[in-house]
């Protein structure tokens, strides 16, 4: 194993693929807000990164997209909510961040050894 990949940086990378898919659905079904029988799709965040360090979807296979269930449809038969998809998108926004945080401190170890070695 290289040191670009470290099990701190697949993790992340990981983590960073099941993010930006959620951020995908978030999107597509903000822009379906007004589409008539639209249902809100969404993936099961905790089941994907537990899929992703069991390294299961290493081959490529993407994350199980499903419907959102429970939620309120109007009287066109779409259930998207702007609330719930506005609170998903901000969280999607932090974990990026958080995420993108991680990968600065790693980069910066690495760093650090390059310039401290011998």
Do not use: C
């Not at 470290?6 to 999107?27: C, E, G, I, K």
């Not at 490529?60 to 429970?70: A, I, K, L, Q």
Request: proline residues 5%.
């Amino acid at each position: 194993m290289s040191w670009l990949q470290s099990p701190n940086l697949v993790m992340v990378q990981r983590f960073l693929d099941v993010d930006a898919m959620r951020q995908t659905l978030v999107s597509t079904n903000l822009a379906n807000v007004d589409t008539p029988g639209y249902h809100t799709r969404d993936i099961d965040f905790r089941g994907e990164m537990m899929r992703a360090m069991n390294g299961q979807g290493d081959d490529g296979t993407s994350p199980f997209v499903m419907p959102v269930r429970g939620l309120l449809a109007r009287p066109d038969g779409n259930n998207v909510s702007l609330e719930r998809e506005s609170m998903l998108l901000a969280e999607v926004q932090l974990q990026f961040k958080s995420a993108t945080a991680i990968l600065r401190t790693e980069f910066a170890m690495i760093q650090t050894a390059i310039k401290e070695g011998p």
